[in-house]
């Protein structure tokens, strides 16, 4: 966290030679560790917030408008306050920050004149929340120390992403950026948007592996899952009127409908049911510290997401498969919405240098793409930093 604060404080130094010493904040990215898919069917999600992060920083600059500068994209937007509420998206990066002060307007907050900075440690895209975190980075910077519930600051983010971004993301993102703690995972009821911490054993890493591939059909995809699943939620309450969301019912109940069902929603249905019993199973499984279980619980969700939900591809699958064959790892799975982005692997402390050479030498070989490797820990949530 030093180096990126030094950089930061560097950044808003030279853009903004005039302004005050700045105000610091911080936005976790986030893994999730299973649950995948079922946050927008009303299920169960189990993330960490993650030491990599989004950092803001702020000062006031009296000139009536709000500049903002990027030092990941190297480049800065500025807006008059007055009439800050009509502007229009553009379409690139600034309309996170943007849609944030959007929102916050919305609310009823104002926004005042500052200068902010942008640096992240996260990779961009890569599924690793980046956006999450520079949506409530940037609100934290807005506020400027403004009291805001937690819950309601995940939710104007998720707004932000939602309509002024228009990206169709559940709740997961925002809520764990805001809501993580150091050493548990955030257990996450995306129904209620309520949340339980579940603590980790200690003797297991979490490891992200970027593919460094995001296949375009991953968005259209996307739509194409949330529609079948809305159609298998119709067919099973034609039978079931109390189901409204695959939320409702159990993988029993749903295999009794196998024959009333098409082959693509069941699947489709069958995986979104089957992965809310696999987070369960997994929390239970994290507190007798039965690593053995917790991973061939990984395994079984990415299966699923293989051959049930069809949301892999031949990149995820190989980096799964490979992490399978080194002795020390426990579980790898897809992690995100797949179609590319990230893996996650649980592994033995004393394995790691041998998981991260053995990854980058298969991967290089078969793909002659250099994956990036994060072994994360789980950090704490979104907040100030005073140093
Ligand atoms: P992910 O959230 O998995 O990283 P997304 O596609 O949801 O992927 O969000 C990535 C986008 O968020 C980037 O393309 C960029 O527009 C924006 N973004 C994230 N971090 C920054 C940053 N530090 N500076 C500017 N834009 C950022
Ligand atoms: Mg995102």
């Known amino acids: 966290m030093a180096g990126a604060l030094a950089i930061l404080k560097d950044i808003f130094r030279s853009r903004f030679p005039e302004a005050a010493a700045p105000r610091l904040f911080r ?3 986030r893994v999730n560790l299973i649950g995948e898919h079922t946050d927008y069917n009303l299920g169960f999600v ?6 990599y992060a989004c950092y803001t920083a702020s000062a006031a600059n009296g000139r009536g408008e709000l500049r903002v500068y990027s030092e990941t994209m190297g480049q800065g937007r500025e807006w008059p306050l007055e009439g800050l509420a009509g502007v229009p998206p553009s379409g690139d990066w600034s309309d996170y920050p943007l849609g944030v002060a959007n929102q916050l307007l919305r609310a009823g907050y104002d926004i005042p004149a500052v ?8 990779p961009l895209g890569a599924g690793l929340s980046s956006s999450a975190a520079i949506e409530v980075a940037a609100a934290l910077a807005l506020l400027g120390g403004r009291e805001i519930e937690p819950r309601e600051l995940a939710l104007l ?12 993301c559940g709740i997961m993102d925002q809520y764990v950026c805001v809501h993580g703690e150091a050493g548990s995972a955030i257990e996450i009821d995306c129904r209620d948007v309520t949340h339980r911490a579940v603590r980790l054993p200690e003797a297991v890493r979490v490891v992200a592996v970027n593919s460094m591939v995001k296949h375009e059909l991953g968005g259209s ?18 039978r079931f009127p109390d189901v409204q969301s695959l939320r409702d019912i159990d993988s029993e109940r749903l295999q009794s409908l196998r024959p009333s069902l098409r082959e693509l929603p069941f699947h489709r249905a069958r995986h979104v049911t089957t992965e809310n019993g696999r987070v369960h199973a997994f929390v239970a499984a994290a507190a007798h510290g039965d690593l053995r279980r917790m991973g061939a619980l990984f395994i079984a969700s990415h299966r699923s997401l293989q051959y049930d939900y069809e949301v892999s591809c031949a990149e995820l699958d190989f980096l799964v498969d490979t992490a399978l064959t080194i002795p020390g790892v426990y579980g790898a799975r897809l992690t995100g919405g797949g179609f590319g982005g990230c893996t996650v692997n649980l592994v033995a402390p004393e394995a790691l240098p041998q ?11 078969k793909f002659g793409i250099d ?3 994060f072994p994360c820990d789980a950090a704490a949530g979104a907040g100030e930093i005073f140093e």
Do not use: K, W
């Open 27 to 29: 936005a976790p990215g």
């Open 46 to 51: 189990l993330p960490i917030a993650i030491d």
């Open 115 to 122: 200068d902010l900075a942008i640096h992240s440690t996260l």
């Open 157 to 168: 983010a998720r707004r932000a992403e939602n309509q002024f971004v228009g990206t169709p």
């Open 221 to 238: 995809a996307y739509v194409d899952r949330v529609r079948e699943c809305s159609e298998a939620v119709a067919a099973i309450a034609e």
């Open 355 to 365: 998981f991260e050479e053995r990854m980058r030498g298969s991967y290089q070989a």
């Open 371 to 373: 994956p990036q490797i």
